[in-house]
């Protein structure tokens, strides 16, 4: 979810700007999240270990802040692992920040809770969206939501986050195009 241009400089007020290399892990499974990030530039994937198939579970661009949000706000060991998908430009705020910032500014914490609830809602429709309809139907819908995901985010990782083969999403790839 982009961050609204009014709190915008709130956000650039909180943490530190750090830059991390492609691939960096910035959360493991099982460790607790004790960091919320603003990208700046770059990409990152939120993703489940499932018995060694990786899934991709949601990905971040720049303007949007990003967290496992479970652990981060229940200060429990993550389900899922944060990864750089390309080299990234982060503002990094701490839990104990953010808190401060929510008491200090008076609607930043509803803010706050309408990421949370539109990652809520993104979860839903991923699940709902992987029992209820096909590969194909998916993929239109990442097309027409998302459109910006596809020149950023490699081919595997969208096909794990579709929950198809890279070998599968190639041919919907090229029908979508034929039609």
């Avoid at 770059?42 to 802040?65: C, H, M, Q, T």
């Avoid at 990652?119 to 239109?140: E, H, N, S, T």
């Avoid at 990782?157 to 041919?171: D, K």
């Amino acid at each position: 979810m982009k961050i609204s241009p009014e709190l915008l400089d709130t956000f650039l007020q909180l943490g530190e700007i750090r830059k991390f290399t492609r691939k960096f892990t910035l959360l493991r499974e099982g460790e607790v999240s004790r960091h919320a990030y603003f990208v700046e530039s770059g990409s990152i994937r939120l993703w489940y270990n499932n018995d060694g198939a990786d899934i991709s579970v949601k990905f971040f661009l720049p303007g949007e802040l990003c967290a496992s949000m479970d652990s981060f706000y229940h200060e429990a060991p993550s389900k899922y692992e944060l990864e750089t998908i390309t080299p990234c430009v982060l503002r990094v705020a701490t839990k104990p920040e953010i808190l401060q910032k929510m008491a200090e500014m008076p609607g930043f914490d509803d803010y706050i809770s309408s990421v949370m609830v539109h990652c809520m809602a993104d979860y839903q429709d991923l699940f709902v969206g992987r029992i209820g309809k096909p590969p194909a139907d998916r993929y239109r819908a990442l097309l027409k939501d998302d459109p910006e995901i596809l020149n950023i985010v490699p081919l595997h990782y969208i096909a794990s986050y579709l929950g198809i083969t890279p070998v599968s999403l190639s041919r919907i790839r090229r029908k979508t195009q034929l039609s």
